[in-house]
């Protein structure tokens, strides 16, 4: 089992609409999660991180952590074109050891 | 504020030549990472620095890699030799670790190529 899991994708949905974005991971003991989007040829860019069991807002970006679920989540509301890119999960335990999924492949369609 | 910064962008070198990595970290952030990111990959850690200790290098394949980061700020990290299957890209990422905050922000990576 991976420690940190992602469906690969391609996730396609039509401008407007929400993306969902989901990752599972395997240590109970994991405290920090992390959202990054990466474009073609550039390296990870950081848009959201959550600590805390519930939801966390940030413009149209909502990260939802369920630690007794060992599920996080990232929704994209108003998806634009311009989100299309490769969506990175990471997931941090007690020891800060970090680990990333291998990515969700999202395609905004106009 | 300038983001991490790392050079050379791209390298082309023949297998078994060495070849190094540089990177300069947000100002600031205490804690250094290099990552190597394969296609279709999420990044994996190589080595970790806490200022100029390394704290965790277990996934740093010591026979070839080493890397070094003097006074705490700047980091190299070295191949030598290398092989073919290091053809990948070379992430550095800084963090300020205080209390819970510890965002990790990548630099715009290395592409090694090894023919």
């Known amino acids: 089992q991976k420690e940190v899991e992602q469906n690969s994708g391609p996730l396609s949905v039509p401008e407007g609409a929400i993306a969902s974005l989901n990752c599972t991971y395997s240590d109970r003991g994991s405290q920090s999660f992390f959202w990054y989007r990466q474009y073609s040829g550039k390296s990870p860019e950081l848009i959201m991180f959550?600590?805390?069991?519930g939801d966390k807002e940030d413009g149209r970006f909502t990260a939802q952590l369920n630690k007794a679920s060992q599920y996080v989540s990232l929704l994209i509301r108003d998806s634009q074109p311009s989100d299309s890119a490769t969506y990175l999960c990471?997931?941090?335990?007690?020891?800060?050891?970090?680990?990333f999924g291998a990515g969700t492949r999202l395609t905004v369609k106009p | 504020e300038a983001g991490v910064v790392q050079s050379p962008r791209y390298k082309i070198i023949e297998k078994k030549q060495p070849v190094a990595f540089w990177c300069n970290p947000i100002s600031g952030h205490n804690t250094l990472y290099w990552y190597l990111q394969n296609l279709g990959q999420g990044p994996e850690l190589l080595i970790r620095?806490?200022?100029?200790?390394?704290?965790?290098d277990s996934q740093l394949p010591k026979d070839r890699f080493s890397a070094e980061r003097l006074k705490g700020v700047d980091s190299t990290l070295k191949i030598q030799p290398a092989e073919l299957g290091d053809s990948a890209v070379y992430l550095c990422?800084?963090?300020?670790?205080?209390?819970?905050?510890?965002?990790?922000?990548f630099g715009p990576g290395t592409r090694l190529t090894v023919t």
């Open positions: 990471a997931v941090e335990s007690n020891n800060n050891d970090m680990r």
């Open positions: 959550i600590y805390s069991n």
């Open positions: 620095y806490e200022n100029e200790e390394a704290v965790d």
């Open positions: 990422a800084s963090s300020f670790r205080s209390g819970q905050s510890h965002e990790q922000y």
